[in-house]
Structure formats: C-alpha cells, structure tokens
C-alpha cells in the first residue's frame, strides 16, 4: 500500500514539473521577460498616488510569483500597460430611509496584455473591485487602508487573468 502510495506521489510530481515552469499558484509560465508599464490616471477623480501605488501592487505580485525578470523594452515575452478609469464614491448602505450608514469606493482599471508567446492569451479587459467604508468615516480617514485592498484584489485578478486564466 504504501508503495502504491509513493509511485502515485512521484508519477504526479514528474508530470507537474515536465510541463513548462509550474507555481504554486496555479500558473504556468513559459517565457522569461515582462514589461509592466505604470498605469496612466485618466479617473475623472484623480489621487495623485493611485497610478503608483497600483503599479506597485501589480508589479509585485507577478515579479514574487512568477520569476519573471522585469525590462523596459519592447522586446519582451509579456508586457502590460494600462490606465485607471475609474475612482468613485457611492452611497451603498442607507438607514432611515435618508442617511447613509455605508459608502463604498470603486476603483477600475483597464489592462492591455500581451503575450508575445501566444497571442491567444493577450487580452484587453477593464477590472473593477470596490470596498465599503462607514459614512461616519471621511473619504480621506479610510483611503490609505482602501486603495490597499481593493489594489491587492485588483492585482490578483490580474495576475489570475494573465498567468492562470481564471
């Protein structure tokens, strides 16, 4: 039994590790270079940090999990540039009938992939993720810790789109 057991285990190995470079995320890289370009701010409202902050996020999160080595040249395997085109505060929550109790932060994005390797998985696509913030808060007290989350949900639907294909 517990040789069956180990022949299983290594037959699965083998084939996880013959295909390419395999994560543990999921993703399967097979080329070596990325270009991540910084996101242009075209949001009507304009955070002056946001174009930053978000590039960073994405930066970091396809750099730590891939292994790709980042270039600032047209000669690379993927390459992704893109803009931020929304950043907006709505009322998500009423009490009362005529106060806000919640309000909610939307922030989109709209990424251009391209995948020099297989054109089939470029991909033009906007991203949208928001969080809620009591109405008790102003924009500015909640911002910093907001565009953190929403910026590392963003970056996982990202990365997911580009290297998993979720």
Do not use: H
Not at 18 to 41: D, H, M, P, W
Not at 130 to 138: E, I, K, L, V
């Amino acid at each position: 039994m517990r040789r069956s057991f180990i022949l299983i285990f290594l037959l699965f190995f083998i084939t996880q590790t013959s295909c390419g470079v395999y994560s543990f995320t999921g993703a399967s890289i097979q080329g070596k270079t990325i270009n991540i370009r910084v996101l242009e701010n075209r949001a009507q409202n304009v955070v002056p940090t946001l174009s930053a902050t978000l590039t960073d996020k994405i930066r970091t999160r396809i750099l730590s999990q891939t292994g790709l080595a980042p270039q600032n040249n047209e000669s690379t395997d993927y390459d992704i540039s893109g803009a931020i085109t929304m950043y907006q505060v709505t009322v998500s929550g009423v009490q009362n009938t005529q106060q806000a109790s919640q309000n909610r932060l939307t922030v989109s994005v709209q990424i251009n992939f391209k995948n020099r390797l297989d054109e089939k998985a470029s991909f033009n696509q906007t991203f949208t993720r928001f969080a809620d913030f009591s109405a008790t808060q102003t924009l500015q007290a909640a911002e910093a810790g907001l565009i953190q989350e929403i910026g590392n949900q963003l970056a996982d639907d990202i990365f997911n789109k580009a290297f998993v294909n979720w």
